[in-house]
């Protein structure tokens, strides 16, 4: 049973960069059978998707946060990370990791992290 | 993008009543359609996915159905851990989109 669990700043400043850590038991990052992705909530309103990796690599990022985000993955210790940059009060969330599967269904999540943007 | 209407907003059910919850996409998704629980304070839970597929463990009291741009998720006889937030998910087309929400609440 894949566990996975969200760590990181949970206050960060605007502009500046959020940067969180999915760490994943239970299961090896680098099987083939997912995708790890990213998906936010805020606070009392619905679900955006933020993107994707493959263990090789491959990056999927959701248009409309492209231009700001990178998900990078390190196999060696079984975790990827989210990392938003210049960040507004817009961006205060629960942040998720999640394993996919066919790269977008959501089969195992992680409990979620708050993030306030605020000074 | 594809826009994920869900209806109702809220669904007010008694418990062992039937509920039905209804999402439509923009265009068509095929059946590329997940279906999501949200309970309080937890994070979302795959119920179904590829429109009529129940996820491993899941009680055989929901049903997805549908195809194109018209789904639903049943739930014949809503117990009390029932009562939560479900989401639609459409991942036929890049970005990945969620519905707004059908609250399921307590008549």
């Known amino acids: 049973q894949l566990q996975l669990r969200e760590s990181g700043p949970g206050l960060v400043k605007p502009s500046e960069t959020l940067s969180l850590t999915c760490t994943v038991s239970?299961?090896?990052?680098?099987?083939?059978?997912?995708?790890w992705g990213w998906i936010r909530q805020p606070p009392g309103k619905g679900l955006e998707w933020i993107g994707s990796?493959?263990?090789?690599?491959?990056?999927y990022y959701n248009p409309s946060l492209m231009s700001r985000v990178t998900i990078p993955v390190d196999t060696s210790k079984n975790q990827f990370s989210l990392k938003l940059n210049s960040v507004t009060a817009a961006d205060t969330a629960v942040y998720y990791c999640?394993?996919?599967?066919?790269?977008?269904?959501?089969?195992?999540w992680g409990q979620g992290t708050l993030v306030i943007v605020s000074s | 993008e594809i826009v994920m209407t869900q209806s109702p907003a809220t669904l007010s059910v008694s418990p062992g009543e039937r509920a039905t919850l209804s999402c439509r996409a923009s265009?068509?998704?095929?059946?590329?359609l997940a279906w999501y629980q949200q309970k309080p304070g937890q994070a979302p839970r795959l119920l179904v996915y590829?429109?009529?597929t129940r996820a491993t463990g899941l009680p055989a009291r929901f049903s997805g159905s549908g195809s194109g741009t018209e789904f639903t998720l049943t739930i014949s006889s809503l117990q009390s851990e029932d009562f939560a937030v479900y989401y639609c998910?459409?991942?036929?087309?890049?970005?990945?989109?969620f519905g707004g929400g059908t609250k399921v609440e307590i008549k």
């Open positions: 999640a394993s996919l599967a066919g790269g977008a269904v959501a089969l195992s």
């Open positions: 239970g299961g090896s990052i680098s099987s083939s059978n997912y995708y």
């Open positions: 990796i493959y263990y090789s690599g491959s990056t």
């Open positions: 265009q068509s998704v095929s059946s590329k």
């Open positions: 590829g429109a009529s």
């Open positions: 998910q459409q991942y036929n087309n890049w970005p990945v989109t």
